[in-house]
């Protein structure tokens, strides 16, 4: 079982990006995923979860009213939509299949992850 992340790159403070992840497999319908992100010299962090049906999200603090997660479970495909970037928000973004139904913000609780995608908001 493969995840496969895309959609990074770089754009100005305040600009948006649509981040996609493809599973290999239908397994994937059946279990809540998240994006997680990582700066460098800083640990991965929790961004956003959603569960198996897309029935229930959740975002960190920091991203909260600019981001949005979505899932298409008819084309193995989650998203997440970047609005109001900043600085702050550059890293490598980690798309994440989760062992259960929902999703979590501990990176314990996934057990499969894709390759990484890197975010750069220029100032």
């Known amino acids: 079982v493969q995840l496969q992340a895309s959609g990074g790159g770089l754009v100005q403070t305040g600009g948006s990006l649509r981040l996609s992840c493809a599973a290999s497999?239908?397994?994937?319908?059946?279990?809540?995923m998240g994006w997680f992100r990582q700066a460098p010299g800083k640990e991965r962090v929790f961004v956003a979860g959603i569960s198996w049906n897309g029935g229930s999200t959740f975002y960190a603090d920091s991203v909260k009213d600019r981001f949005t997660i979505s899932r298409d479970n008819a084309r193995n495909t989650m998203d997440l939509q970047m609005t109001g970037l900043t600085p702050e928000d550059t890293a490598v973004y980690y798309c994440?299949?989760?062992?259960?139904?929902?999703?979590?913000?501990?990176?314990?609780?996934?057990?499969?992850w894709g390759q990484g995608t890197q975010v750069t908001v220029s100032s």
């Open positions: 994440a299949g989760a062992r259960r139904a929902y999703s979590s913000r501990s990176t314990s609780d996934y057990n499969y």
């Open positions: 497999s239908r397994m994937f319908s059946n279990n809540g």
